[in-house]
């Protein structure tokens, strides 16, 4: 049912679409529940000659039983939910992996800014290797994503990592992911940043170990 969605190659974007089927499915089900009840009832109490309408206070048990049995069991679905998605927000945004690679990414309008650090190992120094709208990284390789804005907010979308992260101007927000298959795959800005927001494009880049490799010796020799 979820076929529309991307092609996954995360290692943790299995967890969020188990996490959206989950909805997808409690949402649906419920949906056909509560419309199907309304066509019955359409049905069943509709006008018909002889036949007067009844008030109804709600004041009995019975009667709120109508709204209290439909609350409850709204109440335990989303408790679940929530409960399912403590444990992907924590895997995702706590208990973060030791990176492999190191990546500043800034927002501007309307360009991603890409940076990796060079042999003093830290991003904004003037041995960066620095590049826009293609972020290059290693196939199953842990990458660590420093994100920042020059201007608005912005929104760092991987699609095919399930990976979507705002980027706010004044702050420095991380992020990680991992990529299981090599290939380019897009990287636009989910946030609308402006009238260019449209054509605010990148595309990452993950390479194989061996072509890794040979783009680092073409790009970045003094890789520390």
């Not at 199953?140 to 760092?156: E, G």
């Amino acid at each position: 049912m979820l076929s529309w969605l991307p092609e996954n190659i995360s290692t943790y974007g299995g967890d969020i679409d188990s996490l959206m089927y989950h909805i997808y499915y409690i949402t649906g089900v419920w949906f056909l529940l509560t419309y199907g009840v309304i066509i019955v009832f359409l049905l069943r109490y509709r006008r018909q000659e002889g036949q007067k309408a009844a008030y109804v206070r709600g004041d009995s048990l019975t009667q709120a039983s109508w709204l209290l049995v439909p609350l409850l069991i709204v109440l335990a679905l989303d408790l679940w939910i929530d409960f399912q998605g403590s444990e992907v927000w924590a895997k995702i945004k706590i208990d973060a992996p030791s990176s492999d690679l190191l990546v500043g990414v800034t927002g501007k309008q309307f360009n991603w800014e890409i940076a990796y650090p060079g042999p003093d190992g830290k991003l904004g120094t003037a041995d960066d290797l620095e590049m826009e709208n293609e972020l290059h990284v290693p196939v199953n390789k842990v990458v660590h994503v420093i994100l920042r804005s020059k201007d608005v907010i912005h929104s760092f979308f991987l699609p095919n990592l399930r990976l979507k992260q705002d980027v706010m101007p004044g702050r420095t927000i991380e992020a990680w992911f991992e990529a299981t298959k090599p290939g380019r795959y897009p990287l636009p800005c989910a946030e609308l940043c402006g009238f260019g927001h449209s054509g605010m494009e990148g595309s990452l880049i993950v390479h194989s170990l061996d072509e890794y490799e040979k783009w680092v010796q073409k790009n970045w020799p003094n890789k520390p």
